[in-house]
């Protein structure tokens, strides 16, 4: 069984930056093996993808509404992924969730992945 800790939200100013982290324990949980992705959920709302590394290739995708302010990267030798975001802004507030596919590709609907994280609190005041 694979656990994902999500770590390192909390409350910032409009226009400020966060760096989230995603720790993989547990029995098979190397994350060369994943492509591996953020969502997150704002209050009232339908969880949504933020942004994935994927497996096949290393490549990265992203939502248009953090493109360019957001940056996904994988560590191998820690076992964790990483969300940078930068000029957050106020819509950004949200749960955010790591999850994990043992697939080449990314599932953007998010029904498709076998492990989730917790996920950690993400509150952007304007």
Do not use: H
């Not at 949504?48 to 290739?57: G, N, P």
């Not at 930068?86 to 999850?99: F, G, H, I, M, P």
Request: charged share 20%.
């Amino acid at each position: 069984q694979v656990q994902l800790v999500e770590s390192g939200g909390g409350l910032v100013q409009a226009g400020e930056s966060l760096r989230l982290s995603c720790k993989a324990s547990g029995s098979g949980s190397s994350l060369s093996r994943y492509t591996v992705a953020w969502f997150r959920q704002a209050p009232g709302k339908e969880r949504e993808f933020v942004s994935a590394v994927r497996r096949a290739d290393g490549g990265t995708d992203y939502a248009d509404s953090v493109k360019g302010r957001f940056a996904i990267a994988k560590d191998n030798a820690k076992n964790t992924v990483y969300l940078q975001m930068n000029r957050l802004q106020s819509e950004d507030t949200a749960v955010y969730y790591c999850a994990i596919r043992y697939a080449l590709y990314t599932d953007w609907g998010g029904t498709a992945y076998d492990f989730w994280g917790r996920g950690t609190q993400v509150t952007v005041s304007s």
